[in-house]
């Protein structure tokens, strides 16, 4: 590897302000401290300092990560196989290898483009690459229907990354998740493409889908009054949805990962379940009310846990409101903001007829106000402060 | 036994090269000096010229805006140089020490049988009154103010801390001496803070409190924070164990004594130890023959590794610090650091392997790690701070120049030396302390 060191130090000087490449600058560092944390030691204030940096952080949430990815890849092949009916004669390798050349192609979309922008940015601004769009590139393949066209994608990931992060500063700075932007900009500019029932389930042209397949997610099914789906296919994933979201137990192993590295917040998951837990019930008490139509009253009824493992809550819940930049940040503010993206996720999810999924538009909502949560907890933290001066004084 | 008060938050370092108790005396040092940096916020007026020859308790130089500070030599000899950088600013005064000098004379009296003025005129005139430090602000005690309260915590945590129990061997006699004089100071109380064993337990015309919990539980501020917390517009004073005793031997002796214990510790010493010598004594005194002989660069730190002052050989030690450090640089490449398993990689994260198997002690180097970027992570910073303060907040106030902000989050009550661990775990790698020294000097500037 002493080459590869020694190239980087020598082209060092070429990229420089006012040298011939300087508009290589940014790429240049990037992938030099991307293979080399750099020599530089500490010139102010403490000496020493944590090996912990946001390379190890965001690769930690990129490995917890993996196991929806790879339990994703292999659900597109069984989804597909399932589809045509020929899913006892395939093997679990085929299964998996259809879906990892469908995902794989998403994945680096994502990445190719993001980055793309990411390095663009990162000159224009003459700063260092940030490590952010390592995680959101994942995210955002990850939370597609496997039929989105991959232009979409791109444009999707550009939007996002523009839109939802440079215009605000970079990673640090962004007030949405910029996985979720470019999701909830698929979804309110490509309806038609975006929802309904042909985007969950690979098909190829030629292919004929057995009789009773409609390739209809369970949330959609339900939400048009047909409870159909078995209990452990949705807690495993081998349901229709979104490339990474449809397997609770790859979601957990992942949640795993991040509790155990202290990387994810664990009261934000936890109070986003709570806040899930909470409505479900309060739906389950008012699902024999008159006035529902059928469809809604069976929505109502539905155990409050099957929430859980059904859609993008489990997702949502682990990697997407965990982001520690959009999400609110004081300890606080953490509990009142995961409760209430569990209530209005479940609530949006059944209540609003048109798209029976609200997850997506749970978290962005609370990332709006995730700043507003924190002003009042950052206010009451003051009135104490000012108490306890007033007490000695 | 006093009211024990127990801190969970904060962060124990343990690294490599902790002082044995064993103490060496070193000779008189060929050359000391006195650094006006190491006064944040001081003008200083120069009053020796190059070549003039000076007794130990002469006045070097003094506060412009406060003339009756002044500093005072800790040897006696001849100026031999008065070192200047930017702007002609006074970067060190250097004297060339002289075995045969005299000694300038002040009073020889029981402190409990003189008046608070009397007591401050002596301490402002052998230049023992920097010694003194107020908060808010960390910055050297106005002569005019009257303190709520002094706060003097006698042990530190902090990574290598030297061992106040081992210091104080012998000159606990003088420690009271020095507390007596401060105990004119103030209408209020001494506060001692003091370990779970400690040999200051009896020392009196104190109220002793008991601290236990890691790092930075031995802070003077943290300690300030958890007995009686400084609210806008009030003022208390700390002074060091040490320093202490530099006012008892004053008043007992009549003459500064400037002899300080300082602990030689860290990975790169032959011999970690305590050693006998003076304030001020050049870096080389110390650590001359005593350092490893690596093939790598070292750094030197006068202090310990989270708030020291990194020197040179050629340099002098800070006017304050008990401590030198010695750790490696650390500066070279590493090949995919940041992915390695990292069982020898100390972290306060949970983030590698050597939080599974923790070792007994860790070399640390003065790497960075990683590369500067904005704030991401939201948790960190508090798990080190046992303060009802909000960290992150209190820096992105400092940061936005809201002096409102500022003064409702608490920067009256944290120094640079309180919030060093923030900077230890930060992930951005955000330079913590001086963000706050900057805000701290905003405050000055702005409210006084």
């Known amino acids: 590897m002493k080459f590869l060191k020694d190239f980087f130090e020598k082209t060092e000087p070429l990229v420089q302000k006012g040298a011939r490449f300087h508009w290589l600058n940014s790429v240049h560092d990037g992938f030099f401290t991307f293979l080399f944390v750099p020599r530089s030691t500490s010139q102010t204030g403490s000496h020493i300092h944590d090996y912990i940096d946001l390379k190890r952080t965001m690769s930690i949430v990129v490995l917890s990560l993996v196991p929806a990815l790879l339990f994703g890849m292999y659900n597109v092949g069984f989804q597909h196989y399932k589809a045509i009916g020929e899913l006892v004669s395939t093997g679990f390798f085929s299964l998996f290898i259809y879906g990892l050349l469908k995902v794989l192609p998403i994945v680096v979309v994502s990445y190719v483009v993001g980055l793309g922008i990411e390095f663009a940015f990162a000159q224009m601004r003459g700063h260092e690459i940030n490590e952010g769009f390592l995680v959101s590139g994942m995210l955002i393949p990850l939370i597609m229907p496997v039929e989105t066209p991959l232009w979409m994608v791109a444009i999707a990931t550009a939007f996002a990354v523009v839109f939802g992060k440079e215009v605000f500063g970079g990673t640090g700075m962004n007030i949405w998740n910029p996985a979720l932007i470019a999701r909830a900009f698929l979804f309110f500019a490509y309806p038609a493409q975006m929802s309904g029932n042909a985007v969950w389930v690979s098909m190829g042209k030629t292919d004929v889908p057995v009789d009773s397949f409609t390739g209809a997610t369970p949330l959609a099914d339900i939400a048009a009054g047909n409870v159909n789906f078995s209990v452990a296919d949705a807690f495993f994933g081998l349901i229709p949805g979104s490339i990474g979201e449809t397997s609770t137990v790859a979601i957990l192993l992942g949640a795993a990962i991040l509790l155990i590295t202290g990387i994810g917040s664990w009261k934000i998951m936890v109070s986003t379940v709570a806040g899930g837990v909470i409505m479900g019930i309060i739906l389950n008490l008012f699902a024999g009310s008159t006035g529902l139509s059928p469809e809604s009253a069976a929505f109502f009824a539905m155990p409050f846990w099957h929430h859980l493992i059904l859609g993008g809550f489990a997702f949502g819940a682990i990697f997407m409101a965990t982001d520690p930049v959009s999400a609110a940040q004081t300890e606080k503010g953490k509990w009142i903001y995961g409760f209430l993206i569990g209530i209005l996720a479940i609530l949006i999810r059944v209540i609003n007829p048109a798209y029976p999924e609200g997850m997506m538009l749970a978290i962005l909502l609370m990332n709006t106000f995730a700043p507003l949560i924190d002003h009042y907890v950052i206010q009451g933290h003051i009135k104490r402060r000012l108490n306890r001066a007033k007490l000695s004084a | ?448």
Not at chain 2, 60 to 66: N, R
Not at chain 2, 195 to 207: D, H, Y
């Open chain 2, 1 to 448: 036994m006093s009211e024990v008060i127990k801190l969970k938050k904060g962060l124990d370092i343990k690294l490599k090269g902790s002082a044995e108790p064993v103490m060496e005396v070193v000779p008189v040092p060929s050359s000391v000096a006195l650094k006006p940096t190491d006064f944040p916020g001081l003008t200083p007026k120069l009053v020796v010229k190059q070549d003039d020859v000076i007794q130990v308790g002469d006045v070097i130089f003094y506060d412009k805006y406060h003339p009756e500070v002044v500093f005072t030599a800790p040897a006696g000899g001849k100026v031999a140089s008065i070192n200047r950088g930017e702007r002609r600013r006074i970067l060190e005064v250097v004297i060339s020490t002289d075995p045969g000098s005299g000694s300038v004379q002040f009073r020889q009296a029981d402190p409990q049988n003189l008046s608070a003025e009397e007591i401050k005129e002596q301490l402002l005139k052998s230049g023992l009154w920097p010694f003194i430090k107020r908060r808010p602000y960390g910055t050297i005690a106005l002569p005019q103010e009257q303190p709520r309260d002094i706060f003097i915590s006698t042990f530190d945590t902090a990574p290598l801390a030297p061992d106040y129990n081992f210091i104080m061997e012998g000159q606990l006699e003088t420690f009271q001496t020095g507390i007596h004089a401060l105990a004119r100071l103030t209408h209020g109380k001494i506060y001692l803070g003091v370990s779970k064993t400690s040999v200051f337990t009896n020392i009196k015309q104190v109220e002793i409190r008991q601290f236990t919990g890691p790092h930075p539980a031995g802070n003077a501020g943290v300690q300030i924070h958890h007995i009686s917390p400084v609210n806008k517009g009030e003022v208390v004073w700390t002074v060091n164990p040490q320093d202490v005793l530099f006012i008892g031997r004053l008043f007992e002796t009549g003459k500064v004594d400037f002899t300080r214990i300082i602990a030689l510790t860290g990975s790169e010493v032959e011999q970690p130890k305590y050693l006998q010598t003076i304030l001020g004594t050049s870096v080389t005194s110390i650590t001359e023959r005593r350092l490893k002989k690596t093939g790598y660069s070292q750094r030197i730190i006068s202090g310990n590794v989270l708030t020291g002052e990194k020197v040179k050989p050629q340099n002098f030690l800070g006017f304050y610090d008990a401590q030198v450090t010695v750790i490696p640089e650390g500066d070279e490449y590493e090949l995919l650091g940041w992915a390695t398993p990292g069982v020898k990689k100390f972290s306060a994260s949970r983030t590698y392997l050597s939080r599974l198997f923790p070792r007994k002690n860790y070399i640390l180097d003065a790497n960075l790690h990683g590369g500067e970027r904005a704030f991401v992570l939201s948790d960190q910073y508090r798990k080190v701070l046992p303060m009802d303060i909000l960290p992150v907040h209190l820096l992105k106030a400092i940061l936005a120049n809201d002096l409102d902000k500022m003064e409702q989050l608490g920067i009256y009550e944290v120094i640079e030396e309180d919030m060093a661990l923030c900077e230890f775990v930060c992930t951005s790698k955000i330079k913590v302390q001086s963000i706050l020294r900057n805000g701290i000097n905003t405050v000055i500037k702005e409210l006084g």
